[in-house]
């Protein structure tokens, strides 16, 4: 929804996730922002899990979120906010751009802000590029901000490389 008086655009503050429809679906929305009403914890255990998993030879223990474990949950919280249907796949397509203005602690709860800024026809797909604003719970000052691009196919044969949720 945008307000017609000043062009602002409406935050849709969901109690549940939304339902987005091919294409079609996203096209419709593009410009809006969406934020799933909770919030997801950071616990050390999972930090951990990341650590080993991505070798980082990061302060094990430590209580503050490895950047990368920030931006990795960009499609963990894209997903969180939409179910996406009409699609074969939807993949992780990359990041345009990124930033970690402020570091997020182990025990903070996050979410993001999530508006969808283009949809791009490319061959048999499309690209959705979304901008994600992650919230810390009880803070002004976002911990990340990114500009993601899903791909969506309409059937699951698909090139390239990826991810599904």
Same mark, same amino acid.
């Given at each position: 929804?945008?307000?017609?008086?000043?062009?602002?655009v409406?935050?849709?503050?969901l109690?549940?996730?939304f339902? =987005? +429809?091919?294409?079609?679906?996203?096209?419709?929305?593009?410009?809006?922002?969406f934020?799933?009403?909770?919030?997801?914890?950071?616990?050390?255990?999972?930090?951990?899990?990341?650590?080993?998993?991505?070798?980082?030879?990061?302060?094990?223990?430590?209580?503050? =979120?490895?950047?990368?474990?920030?931006?990795?949950?960009?499609?963990?919280l894209?997903?969180?906010?939409?179910?996406?249907?009409?699609?074969?796949?939807?993949?992780?397509?990359?990041?345009?751009?990124?930033?970690l203005?402020h570091?997020?602690?182990?025990?903070e709860? =996050?979410?993001? +802000?999530?508006?969808?800024?283009?949809?791009?026809?490319?061959?048999?797909?499309?690209?959705?590029?979304?901008?994600?604003?992650?919230?810390?719970?009880?803070?002004?000052?976002p =911990?990340?901000?990114?500009?993601?691009?899903?791909?969506?196919?309409e059937?699951?044969?698909?090139?390239?490389?990826?991810?599904?949720?």
């Amino acid at each position: 929804m945008t307000d017609t008086q000043t062009g602002a655009v409406t935050l849709h503050v969901l109690a549940e996730k939304f339902a =987005v +429809r091919g294409r079609a679906g996203f096209q419709a929305n593009v410009g809006q922002e969406f934020v799933l009403d909770s919030w997801h914890l950071i616990t050390q255990e999972a930090i951990d899990a990341f650590e080993t998993a991505c070798e980082e030879p990061g302060a094990r223990g430590q209580p503050v =979120v490895p950047g990368f474990m920030t931006l990795g949950l960009t499609v963990k919280l894209f997903f969180d906010t939409f179910d996406v249907q009409g699609f074969g796949s939807f993949l992780n397509y990359g990041v345009n751009r990124m930033r970690l203005p402020h570091p997020l602690m182990v025990g903070e709860r =996050v979410r993001a +802000r999530v508006k969808i800024m283009e949809v791009r026809e490319v061959s048999a797909a499309i690209d959705v590029v979304t901008q994600l604003v992650f919230e810390r719970d009880g803070a002004q000052k976002p =911990v990340c901000w990114a500009e993601w691009i899903g791909r969506g196919y309409e059937t699951r044969t698909h090139p390239g490389q990826g991810c599904t949720p």
